[in-house]
């Protein structure tokens, strides 16, 4: 296995802490490397809109946007568990966007935003405000 780049463990080791501190106990910090690690060895991309991770020292906000995260596919709040089973990677900026929704759902959202649909989708369902912060949030390339 590469070894990781310093800086990106670093950053990747303090949300390791940051999400023990949020979630309790779960997957171990070896499970959170070796996640990391498998993602980088299979092309090294976001699970959500598929850019190619950033497994360097980010220089710029939109390098930053592209580091690899570990993201809840049932979120913790949603009855989700902080396990290996229940995390994928993804880029910041997805990590970010999704928030709270699952996995299936932010996919679903991200294919109606790119077919150009969501507003009209939440219109229907008077959540217009919430179509364009998704659209504005989510450039899906």
Do not use: W
Request: hydrophobic residues 25%; proline residues 1%.
């Amino acid at each position: 296995m590469k070894k990781m780049n310093e800086k990106i463990k670093e950053i990747a080791n303090r949300r390791y802490y940051s999400q023990r501190k949020k979630y309790g106990e779960g997957v171990t910090k070896e499970e959170y490397y070796e996640m990391l690690e498998q993602n980088k060895e299979q092309g090294g991309t976001c699970h959500y809109c598929g850019i190619n991770l950033l497994y360097d020292i980010a220089k710029t906000l939109d390098e930053r946007e592209k580091v690899p995260s570990l993201d809840h596919k049932i979120p913790f709040i949603l009855g989700g568990k902080h396990e290996k089973d229940n995390l994928i990677v993804c880029c910041y900026k997805c990590n970010l966007v999704k928030g709270t929704l699952s996995a299936t759902t932010y996919k679903e959202v991200l294919n109606l935003i790119k077919q150009g649909k969501l507003k009209n989708y939440l219109n229907e369902r008077k959540a217009g405000a919430l179509a364009n912060k998704l659209e504005r949030n989510c450039d899906t390339q």
